[in-house]
């Protein structure tokens, strides 16, 4: 086969170098080409540069070093139509100094000779220097000594090429260098991305699509008490809290569906032990190159720590607010227990005359059987019936008896509400009546609200139950009445020349449950209406508010997949509407 030759667009042979030694003599050197026909015979054409380099994930700098002008043009001009951009330098220490560069190039050509420092040099100092970057060197040169090829490949160069060379094969060969190191950078990457998933403080895991694990960090690991290798045999569902698990599968399946970008919940983990934990949980899809649905990517936040301390302050504040209603609701059971007591002293009070028209009935009956009654009965009743008011006791006995069965009812709703609000919640989601809780919470606010407001309700009577903390949400409704009534005192003052209405309302849209609470207070001044949920914001005065009503019930309501938000007129009220979700999700 004909040895190739390159020609110059001038059609001479360029690139000698007398300088050199005989044996190092580029005597065929490189020559520019100027024709097609000048390619080797059934060579492939070379890429049109202007679309630069044809495999765009391979890098596309080279630096090109060469002493010799004509050598080093025509070379760049080769390249460049290989879709390189090439970087010329004409001498060693320049060649150096661009390949110790942070932002050099990948690839070079260096020629063997150069006189203040030489390809083999450059490739030593370049490996000693030991820059971030793996650069890929190629020495060029007209030597064909064995022993010098092995003398540059220790030196640290990648290939070597001997002139006069075929064009394709130089291009060959550093398209295989930019093989390599693409190679080399994807798999930097690799092992940058891993470590980074390794040392996060976070734990972190990658499922298939069925939920398998297949990789996990060590952070994960040691939260859930699991060897590596033993979770790695887990199914995620296996190590989920299996009340939590249905609103989790729904989430993934709306990550597959593409109806949402990143799925987040606060779940719980089963750890090896048996016991649960708390995570704050952020789930994306990682999708094919094609953009097939591949795998999952969870990333894992310990939060057991915080949703104890939560729990602890709902419990606080849940009792803060009982405690502040208990002076009323102390009053609420007095009453009726007092005029149970007066009605049952009214009963013992008439109970001797009751019981002497029974023993009469009795006399009589027995007389009248043995044949007519004795004049002394007959004069005994007669007494009776003028000594005891008959008509009295027809009318206010029974109602007594009313009134007391009512007094004792309305305690009891009073102590079964309490009971149930003041219950601490179990963790676990049930299935909430919504109205039953909002009557339950009327109850036992009622001593907040009575003075300054009626309470209206106007509860959808088919509304379905709505998956919950059932403790939670009556926390919720009590803040929003309290917020309201407190709201309608500083319009009407004690109450004395008017009351204000309150009124709760329930209604079922499609997916959600809607619950609103309108007052006709004072309003919320547009000054303050972006702060409200904010913990701690009030504006009462000290003693009347702390500020974590709102807030509590923002975070109680997001922690059910639910919105609450508020339309407010100055002057004229408020409504607070909540919309809970009856699909078990977590807003994400
Ligand atoms: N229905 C309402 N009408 C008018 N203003 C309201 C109403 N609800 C809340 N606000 C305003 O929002 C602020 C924050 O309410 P939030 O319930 O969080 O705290 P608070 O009532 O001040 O104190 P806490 O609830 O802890 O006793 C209130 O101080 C008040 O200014
Ligand atoms: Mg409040």
């Known amino acids: 086969m004909r040895q190739s030759v390159w020609r110059s667009p001038a059609g001479t042979r360029v690139g000698s170098k007398d300088k050199r030694p005989e044996n190092q003599r580029m005597d065929d050197s490189l020559q520019v080409p100027s024709e097609a026909e000048d390619q080797p015979a059934g060579s492939a054409p070379l890429p049109d540069s202007s679309r630069g380099h044809p495999d765009k994930r391979l890098p596309t700098q080279v630096l090109v070093a060469d002493d010799d002008p004509v050598a080093r043009e025509s070379m760049s001009e080769l390249l460049k139509d290989c879709g390189y951009d090439v970087i010329r330098v004409s001498n060693g220490t320049d060649a150096l100094r661009r390949l110790q560069a942070n932002d050099g190039p990948c690839l070079a050509l260096l020629d063997w000779m150069m006189p203040d420092l030489d390809g083999t040099h450059i490739c030593q100092q370049v490996r000693a220097a030991q820059t971030s970057r793996y650069v890929y060197m190629i020495l060029v040169t007209a030597r064909d000594d064995p022993k010098a090829v092995v003398e540059a490949l220790n030196a640290g160069a990648d290939d070597y090429i001997r002139k006069p060379f075929n064009p394709q ?12 190191i693409a190679q080399r950078a994807l798999q930097e990457s690799e092992e940058r991305f891993y470590s980074a998933f390794e040392c996060a403080g976070m734990g972190m895991a990658m499922t298939d699509l069925s939920g398998d694990f297949l990789q996990v960090n060590q952070t994960l690991c040691d939260f859930l008490g699991y060897s590596k290798e033993d979770l790695l045999k887990k199914n995620f569902q296996q190590i989920t809290f299996p009340a939590d698990l249905s609103e989790n599968l729904l989430g993934l399946q709306q990550l597959i569906s593409g109806s949402r970008k990143t799925y987040q919940t606060e779940k719980r983990y089963l750890q090896r032990d048996g016991s649960s934990v708390w995570a704050h949980v952020i789930v994306s899809l990682v999708r094919n190159a094609d953009g097939r649905p591949a795998a999952f990517f969870a990333q894992i936040q310990d939060i057991t720590e915080r949703r104890h301390l939560e729990e602890q302050l709902r419990q606080a504040q849940k009792l803060e607010a009982i405690g502040q209603l208990a002076a009323g609701i102390s009053h609420e059971i007095n009453t009726p227990t007092q005029y149970v007591s007066d009605n049952t002293m009214f009963l013992k009070q008439t109970w001797p005359v009751i019981q002497e028209f029974i023993c009469l009935a009795r006399r009589m009956h027995e007389e009248s059987a043995a044949g007519p009654l004795s004049p002394a009965t007959i004069s005994q009743f007669g007494a009776w019936l003028q000594k005891a008011d008959v008509e009295y006791l027809l009318g206010e006995v029974p109602k007594a008896i009313e009134q007391s069965l009512e007094g004792v009812q309305r305690v009891a709703k009073i102590v079964r509400a309490m009971k149930e609000f003041s219950h601490p919640g179990s963790e676990e989601k049930s299935a909430i009546d919504i109205n039953h809780a909002i009557h339950t919470t009327i109850t036992v606010a009622c001593n907040a609200w009575k003075y300054v407001s009626e309470v209206e309700t106007n509860l959808d009577p088919n509304l379905p139950l709505v998956p919950g903390f059932a403790g939670g949400f009556n926390q919720v409704i009590l803040n929003l009445l309290i917020n309201a009534a407190q709201a309608i005192a500083q319009v009407v003052g004690d109450g004395s020349g008017g009351k204000g209405t309150i009124l709760v309302t329930t209604r079922h849209l499609e997916d959600w449950v809607e619950i609103s609470v309108s007052d006709t207070g004072s309003g919320i001044p547009e000054a303050i209406r972006a702060r409200v949920f904010e913990p ?40 607070f509407f909540i919309r809970l979700p009856l699909a078990l999700a977590t807003a994400g």
Request: glycine share 20%.
């Open 169 to 180: 094969e130089l291009c060959a060969r550093l398209d295989a260098g930019g093989r390599i």
């Open 536 to 575: 701690f914001f009030t504006t009462k005065p000290l003693g009347q508010g702390t500020g974590q009503g709102l807030a509590l019930a923002h975070s109680l309501v997001r922690e059910h997949g639910g919105r609450i938000w508020f339309d407010s007129e100055v002057g004229k009220g408020t409504t």
